[in-house]
């Protein structure tokens, strides 16, 4: 990335940059892979002479903060597991003040309560204020609403009122009956209805469990605001019989309202994976080119698993789930203190100790996130490491925004420079950087997940703040017309197919049909500039100023040809897709982000944002 920036620097600051979304974007964003390729393996396009001019001139480019974790300290950052449930949300409601929600959904389905798994607007809550849309549901929920082991006599009938509203085919509500260590699914809902069911099953069981099973995957919810919902599932009225004298009824009237438990129901949620993330230094890599002996944040510390690759190291520890291969899966962040956007670091570490002259501050609305990160993470293993950026306004985080890239590479060291001017929109930010497994989704869609290594490892994380001048314009391969060939063999000159990089079928079709569209984003983060549009179908996150989504023809993305890697040494880029039945079982784990559709679409790419 820094040698392909050096070509165009005088001119041009390049950066790999890709807005929220997935090969589908205009229909489903989601994470996609790219693989990093680092200045050593591009030499042919390295001109030593344009490196520095790569570099912002000291005069309109702050260092807001640098962490260089010396000796093995923190310096206040943070280790965060998002397997981790943010509570319980099964509970009792009886909806008041709730309006029956946005379709009239939240309502007690009988009597005057019923038991809900969804939450209420809770402005002061750290978790829930930054919503986009509530009363809901949130990302990643894995909610369980289940009785206690009960004796029974033959066969068991099941019977309960259901409303459900959640995102169809990637987010579920289970029925599960079965003993302490083996379960079956006796139903399952998704989309939005209403049911009044009775089900009937028989186990060779001394004593059965029963749940209702509510799971969301890494996005499209309420919590973020890209699928409106009236709140998960709403339950009444179960009654369990046998063939004797068991007959429990419970329809929550005589419960609380905020009541987790009701008689033998009682509502818990999924245990969280584990953290082990941490810091180490003296570390051997098989980079030969650059050995990094300093403090290093890494994911493998507590793993059970020796690396054979790096004695005397571990390896990132596997899934957990059946095989190893299914959820929970590790997805673990470290993040930043919060960084006040408004001062810098004189001395380049983790104090700000300066203040931005006010007057500057205007001008400089320009932000670039650095860190240095070794990546010896094979495809085939499905480990990624992610970077995040989010607001803090008003002591409330927002949600966390990237590009939706998981990335990876062989080893080596890459020292990435990721334009994240779009996402900032407050004078206080945090950032973060992270390891995820991705094997309970992409499994042999992408991967084997059959080895791990000790990887990643990050250093030298910094926050940049530089000035801007007129409208900055940044765009994707995939959002451009892709290479095509005449429409007569060897007549160059005849007419060729003006085929874009999308496919304008739906998701479930498997026959690609590229568009015939290309999509630019310009954005004017200081506003005012000459024919801008406030806020037009702009991203997520766009930031102070005026934002426009300048675009021949509808936004669609897909499929883009591949380009051979001798012509162009860049990253490489992965549409995290696959067929919605291959994934099906895979989407109701915990993601973060992931989106699933058509069979694996490899392209290389690289954007460029112009900075001048």
Not at 318 to 324: K, L, S, V
Not at 391 to 396: L, M, S
Not at 506 to 527: K, Q, T
Request: aromatic share 12%.
């Amino acid at each position: 990335m820094k040698s392909l920036s050096a070509i165009l620097a005088i001119a041009i600051l390049a950066t790999c940059f890709a807005v929220n979304g997935a090969a589908r974007e205009a229909a489903k964003p989601g994470l996609r892979m790219m693989r990093e390729d680092p200045e050593a393996q591009m030499p042919g396009l390295v001109d030593p002479g344009l490196r520095g001019l790569y570099e912002e001139a000291a005069v309109d480019t702050y260092c807001l903060v640098w962490y260089d974790f010396e000796t093995l300290n923190w310096q206040g950052w943070t280790r965060v597991d998002r397997t981790a449930q943010r509570g319980t949300f099964f509970h009792v409601d009886d909806f008041a003040g709730l309006g029956g929600g946005d379709f009239g959904g939240l309502v007690p389905l009988e009597g005057t309560k019923s038991m809900w798994c969804g939450t209420r607007p809770n402005p002061s809550n750290s978790y829930l204020c930054s919503w986009a849309k509530a009363p809901g549901y949130g990302n990643g929920w894995d909610q369980e609403l289940g009785t206690y082991a009960f004796a029974f006599v033959g066969a068991i009938t099941l019977s309960y009122k259901i409303h459900y509203d959640l995102e169809p085919d990637y987010d579920f509500v289970q029925v599960e009956c079965g003993g302490y260590t083996d379960r079956f699914v006796a139903e399952e809902y998704t989309g939005r209805g209403d049911t009044t069911a009775s089900i009937w099953f028989t186990r060779p069981l001394a004593r059965m469990k029963i749940r209702f099973h509510f799971m969301s995957d890494g996005a499209w919810s309420d919590e973020d605001g890209l699928y409106n919902t009236d709140g998960g599932c709403i339950i009444d009225s179960i009654r369990i019989r046998d063939m004797a004298a068991l007959d429990n009824y419970q329809d929550f009237e005589a419960a609380a309202v905020g009541a987790t438990s009701a008689g033998i129901w009682h509502a818990t949620h999924a245990v969280e994976y584990g953290k082990y993330s941490g810091l180490k230094n003296n570390l051997t890599d098989k980079d030969p080119c650059g050995d990094d002996l300093t403090s290093l944040v890494v994911f493998f510390v507590g793993s059970p698993h020796p690396s054979s690759s790096y004695p005397g190291l571990y390896d990132t520890p596997f899934c957990m789930g059946p095989g190893g291969l299914e959820a929970p899966c590790q997805d673990e962040l470290v993040v930043s203190p919060l960084i006040d956007t408004r001062r810098y670091s004189t001395r380049r570490d983790g104090v700000q100790d300066g203040v931005i002259p006010p007057g500057e501050l205007p001008s400089l609305a320009g932000f670039e996130y650095r860190f240095a990160v070794y990546s010896d993470l094979s495809l085939a293993n499905l480990v990624f490491y992610r970077w995040h950026v989010r607001n803090v306004a008003n002591g409330c985080p927002g949600q966390w925004l990237d590009n939706q890239y998981c990335c990876y590479m062989d080893y080596d060291w890459v020292y990435a420079r990721e334009n994240v001017s779009p996402f900032i929109t407050s004078d206080t930010v945090q950032v973060a950087l992270g390891a995820v497994d991705m094997c309970n989704v992409w499994y042999l869609v992408n991967g084997n997940c059959a080895q791990h290594t000790p990887a990643p490892w990050f250093d030298n994380v910094r926050l940049y703040r530089y000035g801007t001048l007129g409208p900055q314009w940044s765009y994707r391969d995939i959002d451009l017309f892709q290479d095509n060939f005449p429409g007569q063999e060897f007549q160059l000159e005849s007419y060729v197919r003006a085929d874009a990089a999308n496919d304008i079928n739906a998701n479930d079709n498997p026959v690609i049909r590229p568009g015939d569209s290309a999509v630019v984003d310009c954005n004017s983060y200081l506003g005012g500039g000459e024919g801008t549009r406030s806020n037009t179908t702009s991203r997520p996150g766009a930031p102070r100023g005026k934002s426009a989504r300048c675009r021949n023809g509808p936004a669609r993305t897909g499929r883009i040809s591949s380009s051979p890697a001798s012509r162009r040494r860049t990253a490489t880029c992965f549409s995290s897709t696959t067929s919605r039945a291959a994934v099906r079982s895979s989407a109701r784990s915990r993601t973060t982000g992931c989106r699933c559709s058509k069979p694996l679409l490899i392209r290389r790419t690289t954007t460029w944002t112009s900075m001048t």
